[in-house]
Nanobody, 123 residues
Framework: QVQLVESGGGLVQAGASLRLSCAAS????????MAWFRQAPGKEREFVAA????????SYADSVKGRFTISRDNARNTVYLQMNSLKPEDTAVYYC????????????????WGQGTQVTVSS
């Protein structure tokens, strides 16, 4: 059972930056795709970014391209989401997710989830 723990959320003003972290419990995630999703109040959970462990492939939602960067630290089993130029519309609970194999963009394709961390961007 893979356990994921997110951290790094908070309240910031528009234009600021935040870095989210997701620590995974097992080294077996070496063959997993790790992703960030977000869910705003009244909206469906949506894909933000993902990265593979073995060969560092990445994928981003159009809404965050050029502003967010996903990266990983293999030694720490940790994935990061660097969020720059934050906008009020980025406000949401951000979730880390993991799945064996390739990157997918639907929440239903990820069996493992963290508890979420709140990001609030004020205008």
């Amino acid at each position: 059972q893979v356990q994921l723990v997110e951290s790094g959320g908070g309240l910031v003003q528009a234009g600021a930056s935040l870095r989210l972290s997701c620590a995974a419990s097992e080294r077996t995630v070496g063959s997993y795709a790790m992703a960030w999703f977000r869910q705003a109040p009244g909206k469906e959970r949506e894909f933000v970014a993902a990265i593979t462990w073995g060969v560092s492939r990445t994928s981003y939602a159009d809404s965050v391209k050029g502003r967010f960067t996903i990266s990983r630290d293999n030694a720490r089993n940790t994935v990061y989401l660097q969020m720059n130029s934050l906008k009020p519309e980025d406000t949401a609970v951000y979730y880390c997710a993991a799945r064996p194999g390739a990157i997918m963009v639907l929440p239903s394709q990820y069996p493992y989830w963290g508890q979420g961390t709140q990001v609030t961007v004020s205008s």
